[in-house]
């Protein structure tokens, strides 16, 4: 069984930007969860959506949006980016939202 | 609100050393407990976890036992190799469907 995929691996963007981040989870799993992880803050949670629907919402600014499509692949997008955008984003996905969740192995963005 | 404290670390071993990595956590009902590895250039992966009070998880020599009486979930190895070495977060999911919460991650290093 394929794991959760995250494209892309890597990205850089100039300040001001926006960026989408897409993750297909596992095959079978309804939810996906986006976390931001810094050397600073740690892992931080963003958002969580299952069967389309946002479940649960972290403290970001309105600037990080993301969506939930029909077959459970998840996008993740951040608007007006700035330098302390950059981080490490994962998304982790769960069966049902009384599961374990696996995580992909993130996408690495640099806003420069 | 529901939380998770991690030793802070890195902390650094020598191989054959044994190994705890403390971990406690706040929350209401009867929550999930997970502990979960990432190496370099990775994403997290689930370790072990432990479902109700007095369960032990345990995977490739890693244990943890969820003690209600203490709120603890403490990583545990009895002979830590150089593979080992990575940082180790331990998590909770609180009641149904609610959001995974991660510590702050603790860093191991061992030493050959």
């Known amino acids: 069984k394929a794991g959760v995929t995250q494209t892309p691996r890597y990205l850089i963007k100039t300040r001001g930007q926006q960026v989408t981040l897409s993750c297909s989870p596992i095959s079978g799993h309804r939810s996906v969860s986006w976390y931001q992880q810094t050397p600073g803050q740690g892992l931080q949670f963003l958002f969580e959506?299952?069967?389309?629907?946002?479940?649960n919402k972290g403290n970001f600014p309105g600037r990080f949006s993301g969506r939930q499509f029909s077959n459970s692949r998840s996008e993740m997008n951040v608007s007006t980016l700035e330098l302390g955008d950059s981080a490490l984003y994962l998304c982790?996905?769960?069966?049902?939202?009384?599961?374990?969740?696996?995580f992909g192995q993130g996408t690495r963005l640099t806003v420069v | 609100g529901n939380s998770v404290t991690q030793m802070e670390g890195p902390v650094t071993l020598s191989e054959e050393a044994f190994l705890t990595i403390n971990c406690t956590y706040t929350a209401t009902g009867y929550p999930s407990l997970f502990w979960y590895v990432q190496y370099p250039g990775e994403g997290l992966q689930l370790l072990l976890k432990a479902t109700k009070a007095d369960d032990k998880g345990s995977n490739k020599g890693f244990e943890a036992t969820y003690r209600k009486e203490t709120t603890s979930f403490h990583l545990e190895k009895g002979s830590v190799q150089v593979s080992d070495s990575a940082v180790y977060f331990c998590?909770?999911?609180?009641?149904?469907?609610?959001?995974?919460?991660f510590g702050s991650g603790t860093r191991l290093s061992i030493r050959p």
């Open positions: 998590a909770l999911r609180g009641s149904s469907a609610s959001k995974i919460i």
């Open positions: 982790a996905s769960r069966q049902t939202l009384n599961t374990e969740a696996f």
């Open positions: 959506y299952f069967s389309e629907t946002q479940r």
